[in-house]
């Protein structure tokens, strides 16, 4: 079974500056999707940037970008010029592709806080 | 703003009532997800549902149940709540597509007294 591993419960990142969370993950599979999600206090999760494993060119998304390193199974998000906003609980997940019936798998998720 | 909805947003019960946690999409995905969060935040798959007539248990066993009648709605029921059932409950849903994203809800904090 695929496992997501966040290894920073927490993390903090002064106004504009620039944070990177660290995501790795376990599967014998070649193909996959690997995904960034996002849930604000008391907000509704969303996504953030999403990574075919196929495609060798790092996914970006504004201020927000990966280093997909796929040897390494290692998926970090970096942020860039941090704003208040960007305080939430990010969730690092992974799908195969190799089954249409396989649900997200979540890591444990990586509280970032922002300081003014 | 994703058109997934759930009900209620907060409810507070009594040991032993039935309950049931409503959610409805309107982007006519097929795909459906019941998660539980826990006070550390972490997300527990405990249901989900590729098409109408079909659920399946996630990875944390649950006492609650689900049914999927119709594309858009996916209730979750609880017919006798513990304290132990106290906990955030977020319903999701995506389209087919492998490489397609989720959609969250607004989470239904439930506590049971």
């Known amino acids: 079974a695929q496992t997501v591993t966040q290894s920073q419960p927490e993390m903090s990142v002064q106004e504009a500056e620039t944070v990177t969370l660290s995501c790795t993950y376990d599967?014998?599979?070649?193909?996959?999707?690997l995904f960034w999600y996002k849930q604000p206090p008391s907000r509704q999760m969303i996504l953030v940037i999403r990574q075919e494993a196929y495609k060798q060119q790092n996914a970006t998304e504004n201020r927000f970008s990966v280093n997909f390193q796929k040897a390494a199974k290692s998926f970090s998000l970096k942020i860039s010029d941090s704003q208040l906003g960007d305080a939430a609980m990010y969730f690092c997940?992974?799908?195969?592709?190799?089954?249409?019936?396989?649900?997200?798998?979540f890591g444990k998720g990586t509280r970032l806080s922002v300081i003014a | 703003e994703a058109d997934i909805y759930q009900t209620p947003r907060y409810l507070v019960i009594g040991t032993g009532k039935k309950i049931t946690l409503e959610c409805s999409q309107t982007?006519?995905?097929?795909?459906m997800y019941w998660y539980q969060q826990d006070p550390g935040m972490e997300l527990h798959l405990i249901h989900y549902?590729?098409?109408?007539?079909?659920?399946e248990k996630g990875d944390l066993s649950s006492e609650s149940t689900v049914s999927r009648i119709r594309t858009e709605h996916f209730p979750l029921t609880l017919e006798s709540a513990r304290p132990s059932h106290t906990s955030q409950y977020l319903c999701?849903?995506?389209?087919?597509?492998?490489?397609?994203?989720?959609?969250f809800g607004q989470g239904t904090r439930l506590t049971v007294v």
């Open positions: 999701a849903s995506s389209e087919t597509k492998l490489r397609a994203e989720a959609f």
């Open positions: 982007m006519g995905h097929d795909k």
């Open positions: 997940a992974y799908r195969s592709a190799h089954s249409g019936n396989t649900p997200l798998v």
């Open positions: 599967t014998s599979e070649s193909d996959y999707y």
């Open positions: 549902s590729y098409g109408v007539n079909s659920t």
